[in-house]
């Protein structure tokens, strides 16, 4: 079965720094994989997809996955942090058709920015 | 805006009680899915739904029960709601299989007493 693990539930930066969240998965088949943020009291938008076609995936607001299937990672990063930033991110992968294609999600990691 | 609808917002039951919560989606998509989330433990699917009239036990389906009579809506019961079902519950919707990702309601925060 599908499943991701997200390293660190609590992730602090200071505006402008590097954002590094970490994500790994376990599939026994190339995976489709997501990066979602939820802001406070909204529900879950998506973020960014890894889709096969390139391992370097740039999504909305500067942020961008690398898939390494070497290392079963697909970390999100952001060059440069800024406030509207905080929120909790979750990363997602998909189960497939056997599944009815559901998602299983990280347990997610919340973003404090610092200004 | 087209989207996932779900209502209601907030809602307290006392232990018991029972209630639906209704999703519906205006993007022609197949499938649909309940989530809970709680804290420190990611979103868990309860129920889903490939198609009009089809419905799957998720992972934590227990105290729960689903309809899906319209491809639009997919409702989520309670029959007897208990403590342990005080949570903020999603429903997502999307294409078919594939890449499509999720497209998710606001969500429905929910506490039993």
């Known amino acids: 079965a599908q499943s991701v693990t997200q390293l660190g539930s609590h992730v602090s930066v200071s505006e402008g720094a590097l954002v590094l969240l970490r994500c790994n998965y376990s599939?026994?088949?190339?995976?489709?994989l997501f990066w979602y943020v939820q802001y406070p009291n909204q529900g879950l938008q998506l973020l960014l997809k890894?889709?096969?076609?390139?391992?370097l995936v740039k999504g909305i607001n500067g942020f961008e996955a690398e898939f390494k299937k070497s290392e079963t990672s697909f970390h999100l990063t952001k060059p440069s942090a800024h406030m509207s930033d905080a929120a909790e991110y979750f990363c997602a992968v998909s189960g497939g058709g056997n599944t009815g294609n559901q998602f299983y999600f990280g347990t997610g990691t919340s973003l404090t920015v610092i200004p | 805006n087209a989207g996932v609808t779900q209502t209601p917002k907030f809602r307290v039951l006392k232990t018991g009680q029972s209630m639906t919560l209704l999703c519906a989606q205006d993007?022609?998509?197949?499938?649909m899915y309940w989530y809970r989330q709680d804290p420190g433990m990611g979103l868990r699917l309860i129920h889903y739904s490939v198609g009009e009239g089809t419905t799957a036990k998720g992972e934590v389906p227990d105290g729960y029960n689903v309809s899906r009579l319209k491809k639009q809506n997919f409702l989520l019961g309670l029959e007897s709601a208990a403590p342990s079902q005080t949570s903020v519950y999603f429903c997502?919707?999307?294409?078919?299989?594939?890449?499509?990702?999720?497209?998710f309601g606001s969500g429905t925060r929910l506490t039993v007493v």
């Open positions: 997502a919707s999307t294409r078919s299989m594939g890449n499509y990702g999720y497209t």
């Open positions: 599939s026994s088949v190339p995976p489709y």
């Open positions: 993007m022609n998509h197949e499938y």
């Open positions: 890894y889709t096969s076609a390139a391992t």
